[in-house]
């Protein structure tokens, strides 16, 4: 956990650094969203952000949220993945760690896994096809632990 704590704050600075460069200011809500998807393991819905900063007491609007991860997503600095029903935004690591994702299609629930074998699966494929594979995305299917008890 102490990796992925480091890498959060990286990315929190990569994120302000890469603002400022670009002549953005870093306050406001913007500001905020960063703070948020920087404590985040795994992808988040506008909503969710929104909610989340309304719990911590922040008066910022749906909108905002919305502003700030369109520019953050055009800055190449948060992905948007459709995984659910809504778009979901998460860090863009700065050294390209990423993880893929879970979703359990009764309740939505998202989980983040990382798997080395997959990754070479995907390095052996890519040999195969001669191509060379940059930015991949993992989305599995399925019904979690819960809704499989609950059936």
Known sequence: MARRTRDNADWRQHAQRVLGQEGHRGGGARAAVIDLLAGQDCCLTAQEIFDELRADGRTIGIASVYRALELLSRLGLVRRLEI????????????????????????????????????????????????AVGVHEVTLRGSCPDCRAAA
Do not use: M, T, W
């Open 84 to 131: 659910g029903a809504s778009a979901c935004y998460e860090p863009e690591r700065p050294g390209g760690g990423h993880h893929h994702h879970v979703v359990c299609e009764r309740c939505g629930k998202v989980a983040a896994f990382e798997d080395r074998a997959l990754e070479e699966a995907i390095e052996r494929l890519a040999r195969r096809h001669r191509y």
